[in-house]
């Protein structure tokens, strides 16, 4: 389904903050830059991210603050190869 917002959409939270722990793990973002938590849409049901409100618990889990930043660091290394 695509959103009136045109924000791209997850149709179940869970995928919603998986998708979130990529955007971190790609992206240099921290606690006021970039996406913090999801949502439910009240247009299209399904969830987006946002920058508002509370950080989402799963991007203060120590497990997943690892899990990011080992994927910043390949991420870092498979760029440095690919030159």
């Known amino acids: 389904m695509r959103c009136v917002a045109g924000k791209r959409s997850y149709p179940t939270k869970e995928l919603a903050e ?8 790609r992206n240099y973002h921290n606690s006021q830059s970039g996406p913090i938590n999801v949502y439910q849409c009240d247009d299209c049901g399904e969830y987006h991210f946002t920058s508002k409100g509370e ?3 799963i991007l203060q889990s120590e497990d997943n603050i690892k899990r990011i930043n ?3 660091e390949a991420n ?3 760029g440095k190869f690919k030159r």
């Open 70 to 72: 080992r994927s910043r």
């Open 76 to 78: 870092f290394w498979e």
């Open 55 to 57: 950080i989402n618990p």
């Open 18 to 25: 998986e998708a979130l722990l990529e955007n971190w793990s």
